[in-house]
C-alpha cells in the first residue's frame, strides 16, 4: 500500500498515484520473467553461434 502519493512526471504528461492504493505487484512478474529469458540465454548460449546458410 502507498503510504504517499507517487508522482511521475516526463515533459508532457505527469501520473499521480494516490496514496493508500493497495497493489498486488504483478506487474513485476513481467520484468521477472524478462530477467529468466536473459539469463537462461546466457547459460544456455543462445545467440552464440553464426547462423549456417545452404
Known amino acids: 500500500m502507498l ?4 508522482v511521475l512526471e516526463d515533459d508532457a504528461h505527469t501520473i499521480t498515484v494516490p496514496a493508500g492504493l493497495a497493489t498486488d505487484f504483478a506487474s513485476i512478474k513481467v520484468l521477472h520473467n524478462a530477467f529468466l529469458f ?4 546466457l547459460v544456455a548460449g543462445y545467440g552464440n553461434y553464426a547462423p549456417t546458410g545452404t
Open 3 to 6: 503510504l504517499a502519493d507517487l
Open 38 to 41: 536473459v539469463l537462461f540465454a
